[in-house]
C-alpha cells in the first residue's frame, strides 16, 4: 500500500504561481516507484499533467510544458509541482499519483494504482 496526501491547492489569480506538495508513505513505496500529477475539471475526464521517475527524468503534458515543473525530495518522500503562469483553464482537482516501476513517465490513469485525496486549484481570470 501506498499513502498519498497532497496540499498546497488555493484560488489565485491568472499568472500566479502555486506549489503543490504530495508526501508519499506506506509499505509500497520505494524509491523507484512511478509517481505522478493528474488533474481532473469538472465534467471532464481525469488527465495526466507531469510524471516523474526514479533517474529524474520527466515528461509533461503539452498543455503545460514551459509553465509546470515536477521534481521530487527523495529524504522527504515528496513530490512537488510548479505551477507558473497560471489560467483559468487550469482549474481542477490534482491529484497525485503511484504506481510501479513499469507506469513511470506514463500520463495514463490506468497505469496508476495509488491516489491521494485530491486538492482543488481554482484560477481566476
Known amino acids: 500500500q501506498v499513502q498519498l496526501v497532497e496540499t498546497g491547492g488555493g484560488s489565485v489569480q491568472a499568472e500566479d504561481s502555486l506549489r503543490l506538495s504530495c508526501v508519499a508513505s506506506?509499505?509500497?513505496?520505494?524509491?523507484?516507484?512511478?509517481l505522478a500529477w493528474f488533474r481532473q475539471a469538472p465534467g471532464k475526464e481525469r488527465e495526466g499533467v507531469a510524471a516523474?521517475?526514479?533517474?529524474?527524468?520527466?515528461n509533461y503534458a503539452t498543455s503545460v510544458k514551459g509553465r509546470f515543473t515536477i521534481s521530487k525530495d527523495s529524504a522527504k518522500n515528496t513530490l512537488y509541482l510548479q505551477m507558473n503562469s497560471l489560467k483559468p483553464e487550469d482549474t481542477a482537482m490534482y491529484y497525485c499519483a503511484a504506481g510501479p516501476w513499469g507506469s513511470s513517465l506514463s500520463l495514463y490513469a490506468k497505469y496508476y494504482y495509488y491516489w491521494g485525496q485530491g486538492t482543488q486549484v481554482t484560477v481566476s481570470s
Open positions: 516523474f521517475d526514479r533517474d529524474e527524468r520527466v
Open positions: 506506506g509499505a509500497g513505496y520505494r524509491y523507484d516507484t512511478a
